[in-house]
Structure formats: C-alpha cells, structure tokens
C-alpha cells in the first residue's frame, strides 16, 4: 500500500513510495509463496498449501491470450485530417463449425485514401494479427460493391466508422490449414482443464473414445512416458454401473493439476 502524506499532519504531499530493494523483496515474496510450489511450505500452512499449489498451477499452466480491443491507445496519435475506421472481414470460405469472425481491427488511412487503399490496408492488418490470415485478400466492400475502387474512402462513408470487407484465401485450405493447431488433421480435444485444441502440451488419446487430453490432466507426470493403451475417466463411467457416474465427475474435478490419477492404464 502507498501512504499519501497530507498537510493535515504537517508533512509534504509527497507519496511515500516503497524502494526498489522493497520491491524486490516483494516479488520474491510472491514468487516463493504463490508461484513456486516447491518453496511454498515454508510459509504456507499445509492445509492451504494444496489449495495454493493447485491455482499456482493452474495459472502457470494457463495459456490464453487476451487481446485488449483499445488499439487508439497504443497507436502512434494520427493526423488530425487521417481516417480511422474499424474494419471486419467477412470470410467466404467459411464452413459451418467455424463460422464466427474475427473481431474488428483498426484501420488508419490517410485523408485521401481510396477504395483499393482501404482493402490493401484492411488485408495488411489482419495478415498481420493472424497467422491463418497470412494468404487472405480482401476483395470487396461491403454494401459498396459497384463503385469504383478510386472512390475516396471519406468521400463515400462519410462520418461511417464501421466497415467490412469481404475476402478470400490464396491457395488450397487457406483457411483450414492455420485456423486450428493441428492443421489439417481431424481430431476432437476435450480436456478436464477445459482445452478444447492442441496447446502444445503433451497429449494423449482414449483407446475407446479417441478424444485428446492432456497427460498431466490425466494423472500421468510429465517425467512418466505415455501409456502404450489409455482408457479416460468418460469411458470407465460409462462402463460403471449403479449410478457411479456423478461421483466420476466430482472426482475428475477436483482432480485437475493435482497429479491425480483419473487415467486408467490397461
């Protein structure tokens, strides 16, 4: 906390802000207490110390990424004549299981921006925020479709401050190829830990279900070496009887990150 001096008790009003020696005893703190789950017994009680390790290790095994949707605070300050316009792409390749777009981006044009400088910028950009987005081309505007591409952009949308403009991807499974991590190959992921994609963690697959999960999430250490056969928690409930499931769901629950073993190895 940082305590503010006032005039009421006759000192300066200055913030009495900690020191950097200060500081890094903090983080050490924090780091030792909370990130380090090694370190934690010497200053956490034990009975909150599973607690603390499990979202210790939840957090450091997070691997989500927030995209803060304010780019006019990062950006260099345009010029005061300069265009700015959030721009959406409307795919046309785009299936059914993946039909949502991507949130809009920011477009800064100049004042005399044309139609073929909007859609050149507007493919730019997105080429560069997405990775599957490396070979798409924006070729048409949306609801402007008939007007010549040297139409000024300030001149046809006026006090407009949204568009979208409609594109495709150059070459064979353009699209599909970057949308998902694991390309092209067809495969289902559904983990306790909620990851419903390839993260780059090791994985493995039901011998009976053949959905993917984490090892680590299955009980299985990282130091083990994958079972030669895997059999899910899912698929033993199934296999129960006399109403075991629901204790099956509490118990692959909590034993997310905890090293518990919810795998069965056969």
Not at 35 to 48: A, C, F, Q, Y
Request: net charge neutral; aromatic share 6%; charged share 25%.
């Amino acid at each position: 906390m940082v305590n503010v001096n006032t005039k009421e008790n006759g000192l300066p009003c200055t913030p009495n802000l900690p020191s950097e020696e200060h500081l890094r005893r903090d983080l050490k703190y924090l780091y030792d207490c909370m990130l380090n789950p090694s370190t934690m017994s010497n200053h956490v009680p034990l009975i909150k110390r599973v607690v603390a390790v499990d979202s210790a290790t939840t957090v450091l095994d997070c691997k989500q990424f927030l995209k803060v949707y304010q780019p006019e605070r990062f950006l260099p300050i345009p010029k005061s004549d300069a265009i700015q316009v959030l721009c959406e792409v409307d795919i046309m390749e785009q299936s059914d299981v993946h039909s949502r777009n991507p949130p809009p981006e920011l477009l800064i044009l100049p004042s005399d921006a044309t139609i073929s400088d909007l859609k050149a910028e507007a493919s730019r950009t997105f080429q560069d925020v997405y990775l599957m987005f490396r070979r798409f081309q924006a070729d048409e505007l949306v609801g402007y479709g008939g007007v010549n591409e040297s139409t000024q952009v300030k001149l046809l949308l006026g006090s407009a401050e949204f568009v979208t403009v409609r594109g495709k991807f150059l070459g064979k499974n353009g699209l599909s190829k970057y949308r998902m991590e694991r390309g092209m190959e067809r495969w289902t992921v559904d983990c306790f830990c909620g990851a419903k994609d390839d993260d780059g963690e090791r994985m493995l697959a039901c011998d009976v279900c053949s959905v993917w999960q984490h090892t680590r999430c299955a009980g299985i250490p990282d130091l083990d070496a994958v079972p030669a056969k895997f059999i899910c928690l899912r698929c033993r409930c199934l296999s129960k009887t006399m109403n075991t499931s629901g204790n099956c769901k509490d118990e692959s629950v909590a034993g997310v990150g905890l090293g518990k073993n919810l795998a069965h190895v056969v």
